[in-house]
C-alpha cells in the first residue's frame, strides 16, 4: 500500500475592529467647520474636558475580501454623549424652536453644572486595512460611515438657590432621529484611536442651532483582537 499524508493548512479570516468600549470628548463646529462659536452660537460653547463620549460597540461582523488583511466591517453600538455647557444655560423649545433657556441666568441661581446628554443606536459600515509587522501583530486602518438613531435625550442642570437643586428634561429638543457620521479609525496591539464627524446638524434644519457634532477618542476594551 501507498502511504498518502495530508498535510491541513489553516486558512486565516478576516477579522475586524468595531467591537469594544470607547472612551472620548466631544465638540461642536460651525457651518465652517470651526470649533470657535460666535456670534448666535456664542452660548453653544462648550466646556471640552467635561464633554465625553461613551460608545459600547457590542456586535461586530467581518466580511473578508478575498484575504484576511482587506475587508468590510459592520455591527452595532450605542453611543452616549454629553455636552457640557460653559455659559450657566439650558435648552427649552420655544414656538418649535429650541433656543436658550437664561431662567436659571434670570433669576441669579449660581449654575454648577449644565449640560445636554444623547443616546444613540449605531450602525457603522467600515472598509479596513490590515498591515503585517515584523512581531506578527498589525497595524490596522478603517474608514466608513456610521449611521445612528437617537434613543434619548435630555437636559440637566446643577444649581444653587440656597439649596442645591437638580432639574432633568426629557425630550427630543428637535435633535435629529437619524444622523449619519463619518469615521476614521487606527490602531496597533493597545494604541486604538477613533475619530467621528458627523455632517449632519445635531437640531433638525432650521429648528435649533447650526452645529455639528464630533467625538476624538480612544478604545479602550476591545472586545476581540
Given amino acids: 500500500k501507498n502511504n498518502v499524508s495530508y498535510e491541513f493548512k489553516e486558512v486565516k479570516r478576516f477579522k475586524g475592529h468595531w467591537s469594544g468600549f470607547e472612551f472620548g470628548v466631544n465638540g461642536f463646529v ?19 474636558a467635561r464633554s465625553w463620549n461613551f460608545n459600547i460597540n ?16 459592520t455591527g452595532m453600538g450605542l453611543e452616549f454623549n454629553n455636552y457640557h455647557f460653559s455659559n450657566p444655560i439650558s435648552l427649552k423649545v420655544q414656538d418649535g424652536i429650541t433656543v436658550i433657556d437664561s431662567s436659571y441666568i434670570q ?6 453644572k449644565t449640560r445636554l446628554s444623547t443616546t444613540n443606536l449605531t450602525l ?11 512581531n ?4 490596522y486602518l ?11 435625550s ?3 442642570v446643577v444649581y444653587d438657590d440656597g439649596d442645591r437643586n437638580k432639574n432633568k428634561n426629557r425630550g427630543d429638543f428637535n435633535i435629529a432621529t437619524f444622523r449619519y457620521g463619518l469615521t476614521a479609525r487606527v490602531g ?13 446638524q445635531l437640531f433638525e434644519k432650521g429648528k435649533g442651532p447650526e452645529v455639528y457634532p464630533f467625538s476624538v477618542g480612544l478604545v479602550l476594551i476591545p472586545f476581540c483582537n
Avoid at 107 to 112: L, M, R, T
Avoid at 125 to 133: A, K, S, V
Fill in 58 to 73: 457590542f456586535m461586530q461582523y467581518s466580511i473578508g475580501l478575498g484575504s484576511d488583511k482587506v475587508g468590510l466591517v
Fill in 124 to 134: 457603522p459600515l467600515l472598509l479596513e486595512f490590515q498591515i503585517p509587522t515584523s
Fill in 136 to 139: 506578527k501583530h498589525r497595524i
Fill in 188 to 200: 496597533y496591539r493597545a494604541i486604538r484611536l477613533f475619530a467621528n464627524y458627523y455632517p449632519v
Fill in 107 to 112: 433669576a441669579g441661581y449660581k449654575v454648577d
Fill in 142 to 152: 478603517s474608514a466608513g460611515v456610521i449611521g445612528g438613531v437617537r434613543i434619548g
Fill in 154 to 156: 435630555h437636559t440637566k
Fill in 30 to 48: 460651525d457651518k465652517n467647520q470651526s470649533m470657535n462659536l460666535k456670534g448666535d452660537l456664542a452660548w453653544m460653547d462648550l466646556k471640552q
